[in-house]
């Protein structure tokens, strides 16, 4: 990335937009499988469409032999698309299109049961097709002392979670095929703590499923401007693979047909591998308050609005550059709390380019239609510049409505 570059993009493409890296998510996809492989070789990833279902992402961990976790029939949709084989498709989540559920277990699909409204929906699509086996998964929850009460899973201690055993049990086609956790904690001292309860949990039912799921919750690459805004260390791969790979490997070392260890992560692949370019349309000074206005938006970057500021670089495309020690990026939104980055300190013009790093994760998927259409994504690579997401326009957003 350079001036020259980026003017060009611009000319071509307008003042804001994604760039995408595949190679670098392919890179991760590879050293995360690896370090955790080395340890406990039956092992795989289910990258989480939600976090950035971009197809050219999606159809890279199917090329490179991962599973889609999806939770949705529009993320089922995009899985199969791509060419991902229904087997290697895990349906989770809190609520679920059963006629869809219906489509992917009948064409061999997982679906990792959540909650106990899903039972009966389960025993009617198992008794409407008795010669199909389905593949069912459940989710379960436990604590793991990360101070949260999580809202997903079967609670292990419940009646509830003795139905669902009851109904996997009591029907002859339903298969077992996997245990699945998930918690939003990315601290590493809660990742030992779920794989060894897990484990407990699957000697107290005397089972050994051919999927054992950990679910995600990791963090993963960023720049060190990034992770000092953490309050906590941010873990490498390897270390959680040390925390969780060895607890496998012990548990089932005399055992010849080791179950699958799986995954599920997403921010851990995708963070590092988007950055959002915009253009400074405009530098003022409010009471001593230097603020510049960008064609972006914090929903356009972070829309968690998580607070913290990503890694920034400024690129001399305008004119007349002036140093400020405290400036602040705001976004073209009408909100009064739309700012991208806070307190900024170095050289800015009207005109110059503002590069912001770690975007990669829930940008483009949860940014919402508010006052402009979002903006395209691209990918530069040694071929050239491949649009891999044109420009919305009125008519995306607008379509659906009854004028």
């Not at 340890?39 to 050219?56: D, E, Q, R, W």
């Not at 529009?74 to 679920?96: C, D, H, Q, S, T």
């Amino acid at each position: 990335m350079n001036k020259e570059i980026l003017e060009k993009l611009t000319a071509d493409y307008g003042d804001a937009f994604y760039v995408l890296d595949t190679e670098q998510f392919r890179k991760n996809f590879s050293e995360l499988k690896a370090e955790f492989s080395k340890i406990y070789s039956n092992f795989n990833i289910a990258y989480s469409y939600k976090t950035n279902y971009t197809p050219k992402l999606c159809r890279t961990v199917n090329e490179m032999g991962g599973y889609a976790e999806v939770v949705s029939d529009m993320e089922m949709e995009i899985a199969l698309r791509v060419g991902v084989k229904p087997e290697k498709i895990i349906w989770n989540g809190p609520y679920k299109n059963y006629k869809k559920v219906e489509e992917l277990l009948i064409i061999g699909g997982t679906v990792n049961l959540d909650s106990v409204y899903e039972i009966q929906k389960i025993r009617n699509i198992a008794e409407r097709y008795p010669r199909h086996t389905l593949n069912i998964g459940i989710r379960v929850n436990f604590d793991i002392g990360d101070g949260v009460t999580s809202r997903f899973g079967f609670d292990i201690e419940s009646e509830d979670f003795e139905n669902v055993l009851r109904l996997i049990n009591e029907t002859g086609n339903l298969n077992l095929i996997g245990i699945q956790c998930h918690f939003a904690t990315r601290r590493l001292d809660t990742w030992k703590p779920r794989a060894e309860k897990m484990l407990a949990l699957l000697d107290r039912l005397n089972l050994k499923p051919p999927h054992i799921d950990l679910g995600g919750g990791l963090f993963g690459k960023m720049d060190e401007s990034l992770k000092v805004q953490f309050d906590s260390a941010i873990p490498d791969y390897k270390e959680y693979a040390e925390a969780v790979a060895p607890v496998f490997a012990e548990y089932y070392k005399d055992c010849k047909d080791k179950p699958l260890l799986l995954i599920e992560p997403g921010s851990a692949l995708v963070g590092d591998c988007m950055k959002f370019a915009s253009k400074v349309v405009n530098i003022k000074e409010v009471r001593g308050k230097a603020i510049a206005t960008l064609l972006g938006s914090i929903y356009n970057i972070n829309p968690t609005l998580n607070k913290k500021n990503p890694p920034i670089k400024v690129y001399n495309t305008g004119v007349e550059q002036k140093h400020y020690s405290d400036l602040d990026f705001g976004g073209f939104t009408c909100i009064e709390s739309d700012y991208l980055y806070r307190n900024y300190s170095g050289k800015l013009a009207q005109g110059d380019t503002v590069v912001f790093g770690n975007v990669g994760s829930y940008s483009v998927v949860l940014k919402p239609p508010f006052i402009l259409p979002n903006f395209p994504v691209i990918e530069i690579s040694d071929k050239g510049c491949e649009l891999i997401k044109r420009a919305e326009v009125f008519e995306d957003l607008f379509h659906t409505f009854s004028f």
